[in-house]
C-alpha cells in the first residue's frame, strides 16, 4: 500500500527537476577550468533548451509516430524513476515494495523507445549507435542490480525509501562504511556509462566511427531534441541523488537540510564528471566492456563485504 507523498518529497522532487540541467553544465564549466579553457557558462543547458523550445520541428518521411513518442516517453519515463527516490532524505513521491526494479526497467523502458525511434528512422547509421548503445546497456544493468542488492541488504528492504531514505537499519547510523563507498564509486562509474559520458563515450564528438547516445538522437530536432537533452541530464541528476543517498546516511534528514543536501550532491556530480573527462581520453570500444565490469566488480566487492 501506498503512502501519500510528504511536501517535503514534492519539494526535492521539483528542486531535483529544475535543477538538473545543471549538473553538463558544472561538467563543462569544470572540465574548461581544469584544461585551461574559458568553456561555456554553467547555466549553458538551460539556454539550449529555450532556444531548442521555441524551434520548429522538422520530420522525415520514413519515421513513424514510433519515433514522435520517443522524446515525451523518456523524459516521463526519467522523471517516474526519480519519483522513487527518497530525495529529501525521508520518502519519496511514489513508492511500493520492490520499487528498486521498477526503478531500473524505467530506465530500460526509456532506452527501449529512444532504440526503436532511432530504428524508426530507416538509417543504418542510427542501427548502429543503436547497437552499441543496447550493448553497453546490457553490461550496466547487472552492476545496477548488484548495487541495489547491496543496498538492499544493508537496509533490510529492497525498497528505495527504505535503501536511501535513512530508515534503513544500516550496521552504524550516519557512518560511511567501505562497502557503501565501493557502491557509491560503482554507481559514479556506471553513471558515466548510462548516461553516455567519458570514458565510454562523448556527448561533443562528432566523429561517425566512435558515437553512440549522440547518433541515435541526429534525426531530432526542436522541442523533441531539447526533451533528449533534458531527459539525459536529468538522468545525470537521478544517479547523482543516488550517490547522496549512499554516501550521506544520516536518518532522517528531510527538510532544507535533505534539499540541501541534495543540491550539494547534484553540484558534487557535475564537477566530478567535468574532473574526469579532464583527465581521461576515451576509451576504445573494445575496453568499454572492461570498464563497465570493472565498475560492476566495485559493486560485487561491497556486496561480498556486506555478506561477511
Not at 520548429?56 to 516521463?76: C, D, E, K, M, Q
Not at 548502429?128 to 543496498?151: C, I, K, N, Q, Y
Not at 564537477?271 to 573494445?286: D, H, K, Y
Request: proline share 6%; with cysteine.
Amino acid at each position: 500500500m501506498t503512502e501519500s507523498p510528504t511536501i517535503g518529497a514534492v519539494v526535492a522532487l521539483a528542486a531535483l527537476l529544475i535543477g538538473a540541467p545543471l549538473v553538463p553544465g558544472l561538467a563543462a564549466r569544470a572540465k574548461a577550468i581544469a584544461t585551461g579553457r574559458r568553456g561555456p557558462p554553467v547555466w549553458q543547458l538551460y539556454a539550449d533548451l529555450w532556444r531548442l523550445a521555441r524551434r520548429g520541428i522538422v520530420y522525415s518521411t520514413t519515421t513513424t509516430w514510433v519515433f514522435r513518442l520517443a522524446p515525451p516517453v523518456l523524459v516521463a519515463t526519467t522523471i517516474a524513476a526519480a519519483s522513487l527516490l527518497p530525495l529529501d532524505g525521508r520518502g519519496s513521491v511514489l513508492r511500493f515494495a520492490g520499487d528498486a526494479v521498477g526503478f531500473a526497467y524505467l530506465f530500460a523502458l526509456g532506452r527501449f523507445v529512444l532504440v526503436l525511434a532511432a530504428l524508426d528512422t530507416g538509417s543504418s547509421f542510427e542501427g548502429m549507435g543503436a547497437s552499441r548503445d543496447v550493448t553497453f546497456a546490457m553490461l550496466v544493468e547487472p552492476g545496477l542490480f548488484v548495487a541495489l542488492a547491496a543496498l538492499g541488504i544493508t537496509a533490510h528492504d529492497f525498497s528505495l525509501t527504505a535503501m536511501l531514505g535513512g530508515t534503513a537499519a544500516r550496521p552504524a547510523a550516519g557512518v560511511v562504511t567501505p562497502a557503501l563507498v565501493m557502491v557509491a564509486l560503482s554507481l559514479f562509474a556506471l553513471s558515466l556509462a548510462e548516461c553516455a559520458r567519458v570514458p565510454v563515450d562523448d556527448p561533443t564528438t562528432h566523429l561517425e566511427l566512435t558515437m553512440v547516445h549522440e547518433v541515435m538522437v541526429l534525426d531530432h530536432s526542436g522541442p523533441d531534441l531539447a526533451m533528449l537533452l533534458y531527459a539525459n541530464a536529468l538522468k545525470l541528476a537521478v544517479f547523482a541523488a543516488i550517490i547522496v543517498g549512499v554516501l550521506l546516511p544520516v536518518p532522517r534528514r528531510g527538510g532544507v537540510m535533505g534539499v540541501g543536501s541534495l543540491l550539494a550532491g547534484l553540484i558534487a556530480m557535475g564537477i566530478a564528471i567535468g574532473l574526469v573527462e579532464s583527465a581521461m581520453a576515451r576509451l576504445r570500444l573494445p575496453k568499454v566492456p572492461l570498464y563497465i565490469a570493472g565498475g560492476s566488480a566495485l559493486a560485487l566487492f561491497g556486496l561480498i563485504l556486506l555478506l561477511r
